[in-house]
C-alpha cells in the first residue's frame, strides 16, 4: 500500500460503539470509504491489504497494547508512515483524561504522523485547549447525544462543526503528504 489513508484512533478506552458512530459522523464528512479493524486484528496484515483509494481507517479497540508477536498497532502505524487521528471523548467532568497526551506522546516516540486531535462531545474551550499542548483540530458534538446550541450566542450546526473540524484534518494531511513526498 502506498497510499495514505487517516486512521481514527481512540485515545484512552473508549467503547465500541463510540469509536464506530464517532467514525461514521467524521467519514461522511471526510468522503470515501470508512473501513473497519479491531485492535485484535494482525496490524501488519491489515496494513498490507488495506484496498480504499480515499477515506478513512477506523481502529477499534486500544492501540497500545502490544499483540502476541511484539508489536502494537501505534508501533506498525508508525512504521508504514500511516497518518493517524487521535479522537478523545472527555471525563463526565468535562476534563480532558491522561491518556490523551499520553498517546500523543506514544505516537511522537513511535514516530507516528499525529494529524491531530479531535474531541467528542462536552464542552468546547480552545483557551484550555492550547494550555494543554496538544495538536487539536477541533470539537464535534457526541454522535450518541442529541445537538443542542448554546442559548446564549450563534453556534455551528452539528454538521458545520464535523466540516471545520475536516477542514483541519484536510490542511494538515496535504501537510503531511508534501513532507513525505519531499
Not at 494482525?42 to 502476541?68: E, T
Not at 498497532?73 to 471523548?89: K, M, N, V, Y
Not at 483557551?127 to 458534538?141: A, E, F, H, I, K
Request: net charge negative; aromatic share 6%.
Amino acid at each position: 500500500m502506498n497510499r495514505k489513508i487517516p486512521f481514527l484512533v481512540g485515545a484512552g478506552h473508549l467503547s465500541e460503539n463510540q469509536m464506530r458512530t464517532a467514525s461514521r459522523a467524521l467519514s461522511e464528512c471526510w468522503g470515501g470509504d470508512l473501513i473497519t479493524f479491531l485492535t485484535a486484528e494482525s496490524p501488519s496484515k491489515c496494513l498490507q491489504n488495506i484496498s480504499i483509494r480515499n477515506g478513512l481507517v477506523s481502529l477499534i479497540g486500544d492501540a497500545a497494547i502490544p499483540k502476541s508477536h511484539g508489536d502494537s498497532w501505534f508501533e506498525e502505524l508508525g512504521a508504514w508512515r500511516q497518518p493517524t487521528i487521535l479522537l478523545a471523548f472527555p471525563l463526565a467532568s468535562e476534563e480532558i483524561p491522561g491518556s490523551v497526551p499520553a498517546y500523543a506522546a506514544l505516537c511522537s516516540t513511535l514516530s507516528v504522523p499525529l494529524l491531530g486531535v479531535v474531541q467528542i462531545g462536552g464542552s468546547w474551550s480552545p483557551t484550555l485547549r492550547r494550555r494543554d499542548g496538544l495538536p487539536w483540530c477541533g470539537w464535534m458534538p457526541d454522535p450518541l447525544k442529541p445537538f443542542e446550541k448554546d442559548k446564549d450566542c450563534e453556534t455551528l450546526t452539528a454538521k458545520e462543526e464535523i466540516e471545520e473540524v475536516i477542514c483541519t484534518l484536510r490542511i494538515r494531511m496535504i501537510d503531511l503528504v508534501d513532507n513525505i513526498n519531499s
